[in-house]
Nanobody, 125 residues
Framework: EVQLQASGGGLVQTGGSLRLSCAVSGFTSDDYVIGWFRQAPGKERRGVSCIRKSDGSTYYADSVKGRFTISRDSAKNTVYLLMNSLKPEDTAIYCC??????????????????WGQGTQVTVSS
């Protein structure tokens, strides 16, 4: 059974940094993609970044390019999202999700079949 556990959220001031973690379990191969998504109050869930487990290829939404970095630790089966230069508009519930096919790097929600619970990120102005 595939399971995803996100953690690391919190309250930070504008310009600060946070690192989110997504612990992944249940996959028997490296052919999958992990994506980070966020949902602000009253808004739809949107993709932030994703990474392919097998080769470390990454993809970012334009809104976070240059500020966020996604990475993986294969030994720990964990994917990280380092968020720098945080802005109030980054405030949202962040969750990680898995695409079992691992064939395309995309932030289309429908591609992801497994979802973890969210972790709250609040950026104060």
């Amino acid at each position: 059974e595939v399971q995803l556990q996100a953690s690391g959220g919190g309250l930070v001031q504008t310009g600060g940094s946070l690192r989110l973690s997504c612990a992944v379990s249940g996959f028997t191969s490296d052919d999958y993609v992990i994506g980070w998504f966020r949902q602000a109050p009253g808004k739809e869930r949107r993709g932030v970044s994703c990474i392919r487990k097998s080769d470390g290829s990454t993809y970012y939404a334009d809104s976070v390019k240059g500020r966020f970095t996604i990475s993986r630790d294969s030994a720990k089966n964990t994917v990280y999202l380092l968020m720098n230069s945080l802005k109030p508009e980054d405030t949202a519930i962040y969750c990680c999700a898995a695409d079992r096919s691992g064939s395309v790097l995309t932030l289309r929600k429908v591609t992801y079949g497994y979802w973890g619970q969210g972790t709250q990120v609040t950026v104060s102005s």
